[in-house]
């Protein structure tokens, strides 16, 4: 089978330009792979503030429940020495 130097360069040139869209896809794909990176490794931190905050929320409220059990405490002293007075 005889192939024409025209249809050689014509195959050759689909080639390339199939070669040169695959290459541009290719760095589409590999950008946005980046910018999902980014953005999970930014989640990561916003867990990672989230997870602190409510660590510090945590350390409060058992603040606060020392400072209550202090103050009933407090009440019951009162409430006993009130009884105790003639």
């Known amino acids: 089978m005889f192939v ?23 760095e589409q794909g590999r950008q946005k792979v980046e910018q999902a990176i980014c ?4 989640i990561g931190q916003g867990s990672e503030a989230i997870q602190t905050a409510i660590e510090e929320l945590a350390k409060g409220s058992q603040e606060i429940g020392k400072i209550v059990n202090f103050i009933s405490t407090i009440a019951t002293q009162t409430n006993l020495l009130g009884k105790l007075k003639p």
């Not at 014509?10 to 896809?25: D, F, R």
């Not at 953005?39 to 930014?42: A, D, I, K, T, Y």
């Open 39 to 42: 953005q999970m490794e930014q």
């Open 4 to 26: 024409s130097i025209n249809q050689v360069s014509t195959v050759a040139c689909g080639l390339a330009e199939i070669a040169t869209n695959t290459s541009y896809e290719a």
